[in-house]
């Protein structure tokens, strides 16, 4: 499986855009990148997946950079419920696994 | 939006006895599911792949006599922890991903504590 490397922990305050990098620079041709978020005791979360443009939906925005290598989540405003655990995954195919990581840990501060 | 149904939430039982988790995609059908277990402060693991109509995958170093998996319709998986033991106490996890939607997201359950004492 393609490995994804991301920052332990980050902190943001609240009410402020928060960047989450993500290195892959590993990623074949056909490898999605996607985001997931588990906040305590829950199951994870999708968030948003892409493979070479940039994505935007309601909760986020994914930027890959153009070499694939690296991306990022960008969550635009930061509220409180968005202290989460963040696993950038890679994944291909229909079936394929989604095999999780360390993840980051976001703190947002009141 | 699509949801994954995961029962129990939580279950405390006995050193010995047998708990079966259930997981059910309520509006989407999924010839494929995965199971996950994380015990505290960690990441998830996989643990298997379920698939309809056929033998679950199994990762590298889990027992499939331990953890069995039955995958008996489009809409429904089950886990079974037999001979549950202290060190199987975890958060079990469930997802699944709808058909016919290659490199979609997947779908979670909410999972399910188990604590054997």
């Known amino acids: 499986d393609a490995k994804t490397t991301q920052p332990n922990s980050m902190e943001s305050n609240e009410e402020e855009p928060v960047h989450l990098p993500c290195n892959h620079s590993?990623?074949?041709?056909?490898?999605?990148i996607h985001w997931y978020r588990q906040l305590p005791s829950q199951g994870p979360e999708y968030v948003i997946h892409g493979l070479t443009s940039n994505v935007n939906n309601r909760m986020a925005s994914l930027a890959i950079a153009e070499d694939r290598k690296s991306s990022t989540l960008i969550l635009h405003r930061a509220t409180l419920r968005d202290a989460a655990v963040y696993y950038c995954?890679?994944?291909?195919?229909?079936?394929?696994?989604?095999?999780f990581g360390k993840g980051t840990r976001l703190h947002i501060l009141p | 939006g699509a949801v994954v149904s995961q029962h129990p939430s939580r279950v405390i039982c006995k050193s010995g006895t047998s708990v079966k988790i259930e997981c059910r995609s309520l509006d989407f059908q999924a010839t494929t599911m995965f199971w996950y277990r994380q015990f505290p402060k960690q990441s998830l693991m996989l643990m298997a792949t379920?698939?309809?109509?056929?033998?679950?995958?199994?990762e590298q170093g889990v027992e499939k006599d331990k953890f069995l998996i039955n995958h008996a319709s489009l809409t429904l998986s089950t886990l079974t922890v037999t001979s549950a033991h202290p060190e199987d106490s975890s958060f079990y996890i469930c997802?699944?991903?709808?058909?016919?939607?290659?490199?979609?997201?997947?779908?979670f359950g909410s999972g399910t504590q188990l604590s054997v004492l």
């Open positions: 590993t990623i074949s041709g056909t490898d999605y």
């Open positions: 379920s698939n309809e109509g056929s033998k679950a995958t199994y």
């Open positions: 995954i890679l994944s291909e195919g229909r079936d394929d696994k989604i095999i």
């Open positions: 997802s699944a991903r709808e058909n016919g939607l290659p490199n979609e997201k997947l779908f």
